[in-house]
């Protein structure tokens, strides 16, 4: 089924090279982006591209209006209703999973989901038709209940399809959604809710990670007892994994979702002005309380359409993967809106990387014919620890380039995939706040070569500088200094944080005057003008007066070949303030099993500190934990480590992923 559809204008800018584009994104903002605004379909045209009369809030496209959930799917349907939007692959449904829990394969039944199950995994094909239907059928049940413009919507899922369907169809009735990391407790998920004064809830009656059941529900419903703000309901996808009492605020979905397809409802797109909020997703701060960052719709859709393009390279009918998870940025910006925006065909993963065999990754680039990968480096150094072969079996030809970002990505782990695939392996640089990269190499000019351990330059729209934090002036190159941003922020980055415009001026416009937005981020320019992230400027250790990033230090003893990964921290010294030292796990702990052996290692790994940043940065100790503690996204938990070093409590441990790398922790500690 093919609907009439307006036409949309698809003559877009040309540029001879990157340099050309980027120029013209900095010295006429208006003029780039205005050109760029014809990769989407405006139901009305924007009557200004820039309004910067009230800095740092800027508003792009005012008074255009558009639609997120029209653009990521109906746009598509004359050309490619066929074509699969999404491909859902689930590692965690297996078939013992099925044999454990009977109700699942008739749940997937009931919610209209053709699943194929294979041994030890389960698929879903999904084309832009299909995915047409489903949202329409969400956003009629949304509605049925009350959920309209402006409404917001926590959305706590783990990777399944409602969760996009979810999201797509908040946009498709102007909804604001705002999705909470699986990952988090009760506690974080109620302080959220009530933040975003939640009218409903959707969620599931259980997650899977690793096999293990996670009590979604049960999560949930203690949440909505902790929260001031009451949601009016909680809409629960069953997925028949563990039995649950509904509650008089609950809705079961797939009785909701067969009366719209028995009615084939279709849910009108609601026309937003471009500058009213698509989604809220929070983070940490420098406080305990989360951030709301409030992103648009026109600019979000804008920017993301454009980086699929200059970015990433990526061409309607290819598929990308962003192994990520819906609850951070990179998920909903790269596993859901832009490959869609783009009429790619996206990949949604639900399952580990090592699980059932550590060749599952590649396993699903084969099978799918992936063309575009992008994840975190943490997932790749997992692998990097196994037997070479599991990478190796499988024909990955299809992919064109591999992206990581959200942590540093050291120079082994990069070779080690650049060697395996044969393809650039590209670091790039971005925050939840901007949505897209703000550094990166253009995978689609042929700008300067990719430079390892540089995540590349800044990307068109940001006038991206490194900046002394005391004087304010730009540094030279070599010179080290904090990454900001001078305002406006281009298109798709934060507008500013939900219901607190202060916050978003004291947090990130504070420190430079309101005139540039601070990334918290040290940095360095090379000779070449490629960047350098050093590290964040709150995770700094002050040695003797010398300000050494923690990151620097652990690139150092990257270097060494049998250290799998390492974390270093600053501990308190009474002669020199801080002292750093370092927990490294290593590719085979048999080698520090014995003190003799545990003492050469260490001085191996201090030799190699010495050797690239000199003896001020020699740690004082390095301990071998066989884990470090990390958030569910990756990323290492150095002020848990740290307090651990100092043998204090570790505090809020909300976003541990496995707490048994806590034991680890202290037992090498204990065992130095
Ligand atoms: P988040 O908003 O959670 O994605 O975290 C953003 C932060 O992750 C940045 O401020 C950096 O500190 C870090 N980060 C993201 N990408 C990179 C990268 N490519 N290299 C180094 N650090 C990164």
Redesign the pocket.
């Known amino acids: 089924m093919t609907q009439q559809l307006p036409q949309q204008e698809t003559t877009l800018p040309t540029y001879q090279n990157f340099s050309e584009l980027y120029k013209h994104s900095i010295d006429d903002r208006a003029g780039f982006w205005g050109g760029q605004a014809r990769r989407i379909y405006w139901h009305k045209q924007p009557d200004k591209i820039l309004d910067d009369s009230n800095l740092p809030f800027a508003k792009w496209f005012v008074g255009g209006e558009t639609n997120l959930c029209y653009n990521c799917v109906d746009r598509h349907l004359p050309d490619r209703a066929e074509q699969d939007a999404l491909i859902w692959v689930s590692s965690e449904i297996n078939q013992e999973l099925l044999s454990n829990h009977p109700d699942v394969a008739d749940a997937f039944k009931r919610l209209g989901n053709s699943v194929e199950f294979y041994t030890d995994y389960a698929k879903r094909r999904l084309t832009y038709n299909d995915l047409y239907k489903e949202v329409n059928y969400f956003a009629d049940v949304l509605q049925r209940y009350g959920v309209g413009k402006g409404d917001r919507v926590v959305i706590y899922m783990p990777m399944i399809l409602e969760a996009a369907y979810a999201m797509l169809a908040c946009a498709r009735i102007g909804a604001i959604h705002s999705v909470v990391f699986g990952g988090f407790a009760a506690h974080n998920l109620a302080v959220r809710m009530d933040d975003a004064q939640a009218k409903m809830v959707i969620t599931v009656d259980a997650g899977l990670r690793g096999g293990k059941v996670i009590n979604y529900k049960n999560l949930v419903n203690q949440a909505v007892e902790q929260a001031n703000v009451k949601p009016e309901h909680v809409l629960v996808v069953d997925r028949g994994v563990m039995p649950y009492k509904p509650n008089a605020i609950d809705i079961d979905y797939a009785e909701q979702r067969k009366i719209s397809h028995e009615n084939k409802a279709r849910v009108e797109p609601v026309w937003l002005e471009s500058n009213e909020p698509s989604y809220l997703l929070y983070?940490s701060g420098t406080t305990g309380k989360p951030k709301g960052v409030q992103r648009d719709t026109g600019g979000h859709a804008v920017a993301l359409a454009t980086s699929i393009d200059y970015v990433y390279n990526g061409k309607a009918g290819e598929t990308f993967w962003a192994i990520s998870d819906i609850g951070w940025?990179v998920g909903h910006s790269y596993t859901i809106y832009a490959p869609l925006l783009a009429g790619m065909t996206s990949i949604m993963y639900e399952g580990l990387p090592h699980r059932p065999n550590p060749g599952i990754w590649w396993r699903i680039v084969e099978a799918n014919k992936v063309n575009i990968l992008f994840t975190a480096p943490t997932g790749v150094r997992m692998l990097k620890k196994q037997d070479e072969m599991w990478m190796t079996r499988y024909d990955v030809s299809s992919v064109k380039a591999f992206f990581l970002?959200?942590?540093?990505?050291d120079e082994p782990t990069a070779e080690w995939l650049s060697g395996h695939l044969g393809v650039p392996i590209l670091?790039?640089?971005?925050?939840?706040?901007t949505g897209w990269p703000i550094l990166s190499h253009v995978a689609k000019f042929d700008h300067k070569p990719h430079k390892q351990g540089s995540?590349g330059y800044p990307m068109y729209g940001y006038d991206a500088k490194v900046i002394n934090e005391e004087t304010g002036e730009a540094c030279q190159a070599g010179e080290k200094g904090m990454l900001a941003i001078t305002a406006p922020l281009p298109p798709g980055c934060l507008s500013t944080v939900w219901r607190n415009d202060e916050r978003f001026i004291n947090a990130y416009f504070g420190l430079f005057d309101g005139t540039r937005y601070s990334?918290?981020?040290y940095a360095q320019v090379d000779a070449d003008g490629y960047y350098h992230?050093l590290g964040?400027t709150d995770d700094v250790i002050n040695v003797a007066g010398h300000r050494l990033g923690t990151q620097e230090i652990e690139e150092a003893i990257s270097g060494h070949d049998e250290v799998a990964e390492c974390a270093v921290v600053g501990i308190h010294d009474e002669l020199k303030g801080e002292l750093p030292v370092a927990f490294c796990v290593l590719k085979d702990h048999s080698l520090v099993e014995t003190t003799e052996s545990r003492f050469r290692v260490e001085q191996q790994v201090i030799g190699e500190v010495v050797k690239s940043l000199g003896a001020i940065a020699r740690p004082a100790a390095v301990y071998f934990p066989k884990a470090v503690p990390k958030t569910r996204s990756g990323k290492i938990l150095r002020r848990a480590i740290r307090a651990l070093a100092e043998g204090k409590e570790t505090g809020d441990m909300s976003t541990l992923d496995d707490p048994t790398a806590i034991e680890a922790v202290k037992l090498a500690i204990k065992n130095y």
Do not use: K, N, V
Not at 405 to 409: D, N, R, S, V, Y
Not at 427 to 433: A, C, M, P, S, V
């Open positions: 983070t940025a970002a959200g942590e540093p990505l670091d790039h640089y971005w925050q939840t706040e995540p990334t918290s981020d992230i964040r």
